[in-house]
């Protein structure tokens, strides 16, 4: 080795030297990260923190504090700890509702800018604030918190009741032209945290919630969905004749409840007239009946057609009124906006101009629905 090589040698091992070292004991791991605005104007940050004892045992607490920023907020927080909080290990931050009507943006920039956070945390929203959430779940013995409302997100993303919600999925999303985001809202059922809807998002502001249930109905037009279990209202009358026989009670219902597993549904759009804003959305499901809460006779190949044409006309009635709801809210979370703008020539229209024409969209749903299984249901 020349002495050149030696001199840099010996001068990286000086500069190693010198770089302060902490042990993990030292510092105090923020898991989840909440954000709530209060009614002076300030925000409260309320942290969910790993904390490792020198024992190697694993203990959580929460702390939080009140500053006008969340940088702020956090170093607040550490005076009333022992230990330096260490941001880089976030998997969920949490905004409560009515900070998130004010818009997300502002709290979103300052996390992407911190080198030291991962872009591949959670996002998600509180009902009523981030602070509820992460206190109830700690009070219920059942839950170990710096594990749980992670993994509530991951498992019901995997299980595709609700889409890609990680910070760099939010943040495509939000400056997408013709398309508006949505996010998981997070609130309490039975002393517990639990997903119960999804906030829809004009630009960054939350305006309006679907349920669960009908998010996959958006989240085919953007992907193909495996997997899933949805469930069809389907009319008794066309189905009088097929039906064994029933007692009074069993007469006077109007509906069956068909569970169903979605081997693949996908959705394509295409813009029809664009002077008119007419478009047509083609969608296409295979699915297996489950479960039926009513004994009809499905052995007649002419029944299941009839059963899927029910099918077909059920799915193509809740894209019409979900189509409907966000048209009121100004949010276009199908992402019309993208079809419409791969159309225009010259200057394409920005998202002002799209959401100005949002409104006065009119789509013609096609659906396609095949029944491939149904089992030992009659």
Known sequence: MNRTCVM?????????GCV????????????????????????????????????????????????????????????????????????????GAELAKQGLSRYLDPLERDAKISDMMYLAIAEPTAEKIILTGNKNPRINLNRYLNDLIKQNKKNNVIPDVRLIDFSNEYF????????????????????SSVALFLDDQLVGKIPLDKVYLISMLHKPIKKLNIQAAIPLKPFKEHMKKQSTKQQSRKYAYADLSLRKGKAKTKLLDSQNLKFQTNVKLSVDLMELSEEIDLRDPKVIKKFEKEIENEVKSQYEKLLAYTQKLG??????????????????????????????????????????????IP
Do not use: C, W
């Open 8 to 16: 840099i040698l010996a001068f990286l091992i000086f500069l190693a």
């Open 20 to 95: 302060p070292t902490k042990t993990i004991e030292d510092l105090g791991i923020i898991n989840n990260y909440g954000v709530d605005q209060l009614e002076n104007g300030q925000l409260k940050s309320t942290m969910v923190i790993y904390k490792f004892a020198k024992q190697n045992e694993e203990t959580s607490q929460i702390v939080s504090g009140e500053a006008n920023t969340m940088k702020r907020a956090r170093q607040i927080a550490n005076q009333y700890t022992s230990f330096e909080l260490a941001p880089g290990s976030i998997q969920l931050a949490l905004f």
């Open 176 to 195: 997408k032209i013709g398309r508006d985001p949505y996010l998981p809202i997070l609130s309490i059922k039975d002393n517990q945290p639990i997903i």
């Open 331 to 376: 949010a276009d979370p199908f992402g019309y906006g993208v079809v419409y703008r791969t159309h225009q020539k010259g200057n394409k229209p920005g998202n002002d101009k799209l959401h100005e024409i949002y409104p006065n969209i009119d789509v013609d749903f096609n659906v396609d629905v095949r029944i491939l299984h149904h089992g030992i």
